[in-house]
T-cell receptor
Framework: EAQVTQNPRYLITVTGKKLTVTCSQNMNHEYMSWYRQDPGLGLRQIYYSMNVEVTDKGDVPEGYKVSRKEKRNFPLILESPSPNQTSLYFC?????????????FGPGTRLTVL | ELKVEQNPLFLSMQEGKNYTIYCNYSTTSDRLYWYRQDPGKSLESLFVLLSNGAVKQEGRLMASLDTKARLSTLHITAAVHDLSATYFCAVDMSYGGSQGNLIFGKGTKLSVKP
């Protein structure tokens, strides 16, 4: 089954404790992206990647890191989480090129930083 | 800076009625996406619009793109309760080729009542 998986789905942590949210897709997609969703602010792009070893900042990259060492995986790293990073996070993937393709979203990770 | 504005943000409709959601954006782009999100769920891709004049239809939903007016519409025909959800448009900050940097509107929460 074609899917985007995220782990963990729920996480409560404390300020300053490094964490990683994993994202994996099994569709051989080149493009992957991370978003956060906050009430009243909608979805905002954090980082995206057009292919292995190629990453770019979205609109709200501060406080986050990503890496794309393999095509299927695109982990989101919070090296020193703060309460303002409490949010619902979505990973997405798609084919990409001169055409644009539909994005497939993961189920989401609800993060609470105390 | 690209801004994407959706309106209305809240829409209460009666079953059987027609309505339109508008998505305006502030800079040149020829790629626009529509997504649906059910409460507590992830996002589901509805339409990908790639050029001026593009029109796509799926069931009771029809989306169109006017790149000159920087406007996309999502038209709902004869609404049914199952269409109740939040609808997002997203614009790719590119013209003539994808960049992958997407800006989302804040979403339109649609409620269809009997």
């Amino acid at each position: 089954e074609a899917q985007v998986t995220q782990n963990p789905r729920y996480l409560i942590t404390v300020t300053g404790k490094k964490l990683t949210v994993t994202c994996s897709q099994n569709m051989n997609h080149e493009y992957m992206s991370w978003y956060r969703q906050d009430p009243g602010l909608g979805l905002r792009q954090i980082y995206y990647s057009m292919n292995v070893e190629v990453t770019d900042k979205g609109d709200v990259p501060e406080g986050y890191k990503v890496s794309r060492k393999e095509k299927r995986n695109f982990p989101l790293i919070l090296e020193s989480p703060s309460p303002n990073q409490t949010s619902l996070y979505f990973c997405a993937s798609s084919l990409w090129g001169d055409w644009a393709d539909t994005q497939y979203f993961g189920p989401g990770t609800r993060l609470t930083v105390l | 800076e690209l801004k994407v504005e959706q309106n209305p943000l809240f829409l209460s409709m009666q079953e059987g009625k027609n309505y339109t959601i508008y998505c305006n954006y502030s800079t040149t782009s020829d790629r626009l996406y529509w997504y649906r999100q059910d409460p507590g769920k992830s996002l589901e891709s509805l339409f990908v619009l790639l050029s001026n004049g593009a029109v796509k239809q799926e069931g009771r939903l029809m989306a169109s793109l006017d790149t000159k007016a920087r406007l996309s519409t999502l038209h709902i025909t004869a609404a049914v309760h199952d269409l109740s959800a939040t609808y997002f448009c997203a614009v790719d900050m590119s013209y003539g080729g994808s960049q992958g940097n997407l800006i989302f509107g804040k979403g339109t929460k649609l409620s269809v009542k009997p």
